[in-house]
T-cell receptor
Framework: TQLLEQSPQFLSIQEGENLTVYCNSSSVFSSLQWYRQEPGEGPVLLVTVVTGGEVKKLKRLTFQFGDARKDSSLHITAAQPGDTGLYLCAGARDTGRRALTFGSGTRLQVQP | DAGITQSPRHKVTETGTPVTLRCHQTENHRYMYWYRQDPGHGLRLIHYSYGVKDTDKGEVSDGYSVSRSKTEDFLLTLESATSSQTSVYFC???????????????FGPGTRLTVT
């Protein structure tokens, strides 16, 4: 059972289009992170959100943490081929273990 | 760059043989993690360490053991490799002193392991 569900699993779009990736759970998280991973490399941290309702922007990427801290979304405006990659959400819970639970990922392909 | 290296980067081994993967960090970060990544499963935690000789199991720890005798090295051992352990293995670090949030993790480049 996946604690964090990401959707869609795959997304292929044209350059210039907008897209949204969702990360949903029935559990409450103390913080949630988004990573991007390119082939042959490890995930790279994009952003951390910690407050319910929080919105963070990173250039053309907008991240939102749900009010109840159970879900998050990543919106990309005017996607570019350089946005291609695997996007992973990861949640932290205050269990004392200091470990993250990862979603299964969304693979994005942006065609020029 | 959190100064994380993994070795080897690629390995092919036979079923039943022991395998040890090494994660090395250069900046004295306290928390270290081992994950495996398989299609459709994202990253799954195998074991983690919160200090020298302090380790704990993750969600997929069966068939794996770890050791951390020095701050800088975290070893993952497959005592008797099986085909189901074919995967890409990632090491990560976390440090409360990095950006002030203990849960942010920084990953190594990965080790691709094939068990035939």
């Amino acid at each position: 059972t996946q604690l964090l569900e990401q959707s869609p699993q795959f997304l292929s779009i044209q350059e210039g289009e907008n897209l949204t990736v969702y990360c949903n759970s029935s559990s409450v998280f103390s913080s949630l992170q988004w990573y991007r991973q390119e082939p042959g490399e490890g995930p790279v941290l994009l952003v951390t959100v910690v407050t319910g309702g929080e919105v963070k922007k990173l250039k053309r990427l907008t991240f939102q943490f749900g009010d109840a801290r159970k879900d998050s979304s990543l919106h990309i405006t005017a996607a570019q081929p350089g946005d291609t990659g695997l996007y992973l959400c990861a949640g932290a819970r205050d269990t004392g273990r200091r470990a993250l639970t990862f979603g299964s990922g969304t693979r994005l392909q942006v065609q020029p | 760059d959190a100064g994380i290296t993994q070795s080897p980067r690629h390995k092919v081994t036979e079923t039943g043989t022991p395998v040890t993967l090494r994660c090395h960090q250069t900046e004295n970060h306290r928390y270290m993690y081992w994950y495996r990544q398989d299609p459709g499963h994202g990253l799954r935690l195998i074991h983690y360490s919160y200090g020298v000789k302090d380790t704990d199991k993750g969600e997929v720890s069966d068939g794996y053991s770890v050791s951390r005798s020095k701050t800088e090295d975290f070893l993952l051992t497959l005592e008797s490799a099986t085909s189901s352990q074919t995967s890409v293995y990632f090491c990560a670090i976390s440090d409360p002193n990095l950006a002030g949030l203990a849960y942010e993790q920084y990953f190594g480049p990965g080790t691709r392991l094939t068990v035939t």
